[in-house]
Nanobody, 119 residues
Framework: QVQLVESGGGFVQIGGSRRVSCAAS????????MAWYRQVPGKERESVAS????????KYVDSVKGRFTISRDNGNNTLYLQMNSLKPEDTAVYYC????????????WGQGTQVTVSS
């Protein structure tokens, strides 16, 4: 049974940094390409960063390039998203799931973690 548990969100000042984490279980994490998604009310969930496996290639949506870094710890089945130079438009609920390349997300999603960027 796929389980994804996101954590690390909170309130951040404009220009600040935050790292969110995702603990994954119930599937072979190390062989799946993984991604971070975000969603704001009234909009569709969008993928913002992905990390392929096993080559470890990363890809980012233009709006976060140069500011966000996705990484993973395959030994601990954990996915990370380091977010720097945060902007108000980064305010969203952040989710992790399979993604990137030809990998579609699992049907099961975690509860997400809210990141709110304000002054």
């Amino acid at each position: 049974q796929v389980q994804l548990v996101e954590s690390g969100g909170g309130f951040v000042q404009i220009g600040g940094s935050r790292r969110v984490s995702c603990a994954a279980s119930g599937f072979t994490f190390r062989t799946d390409s993984m991604a971070w998604y975000r969603q704001v009310p009234g909009k569709e969930r969008e993928s913002v960063a992905s990390h392929t496996s096993p080559l470890g290639r990363t890809k980012y949506v233009d709006s976060v390039k140069g500011r966000f870094t996705i990484s993973r710890d395959n030994g601990n089945n954990t996915l990370y998203l380091q977010m720097n130079s945060l902007k108000p438009e980064d305010t969203a609920v952040y989710y992790c799931n399979r993604g990137g390349g030809s990998f579609a997300p699992y049907a099961s999603w975690g509860q997400g973690t809210q990141v709110t960027v304000s002054s």
